[in-house]
């Protein structure tokens, strides 16, 4: 199947206000709208897959904390 941009995109209104419960859920929509071949919504916390997708929403949670604290040292009223 091919889909368009559109399909895939993730939702991008702000890369750095969103924590896990908000990236997970997006991946997994991601998941099944690329392939048919697996459904990580079915299977169990074990599955490879889904780790690798927690992993990635747990990374991308901690990266958009450091972009969070890192902005806001650079205003001289919240630094801390």
Do not use: C, H, R
């Not at 199947?1 to 990236?23: A, G, H, P, R, W």
């Not at 997994?28 to 074990?46: Q, R």
């Amino acid at each position: 199947m091919n889909y368009t941009e559109q399909e895939l995109e993730i939702s991008n209104k702000s890369y750095t206000n969103k924590d896990f419960n908000t990236i997970y859920p997006e991946l997994l929509d991601l998941v099944t709208k690329l392939t048919n071949k697996w459904d990580p919504t079915t299977s169990n916390e074990s599955d490879p897959g889904v780790v690798l997708l927690k992993l990635w929403s747990i990374l991308a949670d901690k990266n958009n904390y450091n972009i969070d604290k890192n902005i806001l040292e650079t205003f001289p009223l919240s630094v801390t």
